[in-house]
């Protein structure tokens, strides 16, 4: 397809800006490390919000949202969104701790929970594990996503297209080498409103062409091809697609619905944040920023960015009947070649380069982070300055850039290794959850249970091929974590817990609890646990009924939409009233009893008679607060919640 000269203005526009904007911080990134890698721990929610969006918005991700529509309908869907019920654990009950741990990486925060040399080897190999060998597969993997679109797009050859795609990947190593985290979210924001104005754009002009007839013509024709390709939810109790709606048998809907989100480790949706998540949360200035900039992620994620994909994917289904198996994702990209006017193919191939630039940058950044910081820094030249650390960093950035561009000239041959690595982290990711609220879990927890699923899958993978057999996904998944919980519970008990001098600076500096006391259990701590768990379960709700009633809308199904209006300003209603008992914004309220909910969630408390009649009904008046001194102060503390 040709481009004309306004598609290449526009295009060489994009980059110079791009390039230009994350140079300009490259002063500010060069401070110190913390500057570098977190921005200084300054930034703005909202900023911090945006980026995370951005970065899992990669060049493939509207592909593969076509592919998934093509295949299972609107339902199939399911298939990512229901991670949000990790994601929104993530927001509530560990945002904050992140931000107040203080520490630079993920990987660091192993040796503030931790102790002794197991704690250094984890950290030293979480950070060779995560930062090189997870981060240039993904790497890898949106390289190849690029050139397949440049392929198909431009009739490239896969040679010139890797070219082009290495071209892109140089620009944005240059401006996140020079940059650091803050210039890089920056231009996450820019080239996310850049990406979602492309794809909007784009479903417009799909669907008001005359071979599909707008929104009408899409339901009418879709309807008498496929019955249920609209519907929202997917047939529970039948293993396979009825009428391409996804089929999930009761064992499957167990594992997605109610395994996989808390279970196994997946990038950009960690069992209680980790990643370039974490790296967010740990660079805004406040706790709140810290659940706010995550709130704002996990809203966005799911409600902001599907439905134009999924519009495209819908009308591709029409247009392109006879994709091969295995082709359904190339509809998306035949839609842009044969649909968008003049100038409008040149913002949608930025779009595209924006989505692919935000998410490799972030991926060099942070891994980055784990070479310098977690293994340079930690175990090579511990006192150096912060001009060396800086160069350091910046020569890192690189070479992580030439190792994706290797790996992804081989990325079929490791593409299986890809899936049984993502297997292999089932059943890790409760460890993960539970190292930040339970003191009993110690290092050697960590490393059973790292170990015992790589080992299980390695079984499955042998029983597979001895028998001639194949273990469908969602038993895998689920055996292979009820395996890994055994053996970590079990190795968790048989081993010390970590000692005092560990356990007590980590309860003061991460959970407020003032005397260090881990063991806690007082009516204080686990009303505040309460809250929160309100506050996750209410913003589920609000995001679903967000996420569905956008859709009813689009499709024109008024009547169900409004419905869902009421569900979500309730959901919110809920949300806001628990947020503020939470102490996440505003200050709690004094009388306890004005809302009748507030006494369901305050019952069973683990107190003791006496202490549940002093706390009700002697309330200490005399404890006043002293006024905030920094950002972070005027977060209550665990402890500080009556």
Known sequence: MELTSLDWAIIIGFLVLILGVGISYTRQASKDMESFFLGG?????????????????????PL????IVSGDGISGNWLWWNFLAGGMLTTFFFARLWQRSGVLTEVELIELRYAGKPAQFLRGFKAIYLGVLM?????????????????????????????????AMVLAATYASFSGLIGVAVTDAIQFVVAMIGCVAL???VVNAPEIGGIAGLKEQLENQNPNILNFLPSIGTGESVGTTLGLTFVGF?????????????????????GYIAQRMMSTRSDKDA?????????????????????????????????????EKLGYVYAMRDFLPEGWRGLLLVAFLAAYMSTISTQLNWGAGYLVNDVYKRFWMKDGEAKHYITVSRLSTILLMILGLIISTQIQSISGAWSFIIKAGAGLGLVLILRW???????????????????FTGLIWWYEQHYATRVDLPIALIITTLFTTCIWLSVTFLTKPEPDRILVPFWKKVHGVEDGNYKTNTGKFSKNIKYLAACWLSAIVLTYSILFLTGKFLLQEYG?????????????????????????IGKEEEDDSAFFLENILDAGLDLSVEESTELELKPNKEDKKEPPVNPNDDFPNLGDLD
């Open 560 to 584: 169900t939409g409004f419905s869902l209006v009421l569900l979500a300003l309730l959901s919110l209603y809920f949300l806001n009233y628990y947020i503020k008992k939470a102490g996440l």
């Open 41 to 61: 721990r300054n930034m703005h929610w909202l900023l911090a919000g945006i980026s995370m969006v951005a970065t899992t918005f990669a060049a493939d991700t």
């Open 64 to 67: 593969a949202v076509a592919e």
């Open 203 to 205: 479903a417009y002009f």
């Open 254 to 274: 167990m594992a997605y619905a109610g395994c996989q989100w808390w279970a196994c480790w997946y990038p950009g949706a960690e069992p209680g944040g980790g």
């Open 135 to 167: 981060n240039v597969i993904v790497i890898a993997w949106v390289n190849v996503a690029l050139q397949s679109l440049l392929v198909v797009f431009f009739d490239l050859s896969e040679t010139t297209a890797l070219l082009y795609t290495a071209a």
């Open 437 to 455: 609220y339970w003191w009993r879990i110690n290092v050697w927890s960590e490393i059973s249970a790292t170990i015992a699923p790589f080992f």
């Open 291 to 327: 659940v706010y900039a995550t709130l704002f992620f996990q809203i966005a994620h799911y409600c902001i960015r599907p439905w134009a994909w999924i519009i495209v994917g819908l009308a591709a289904v029409i247009l392109y009947p006879d994709l091969a198996n295995g082709d």
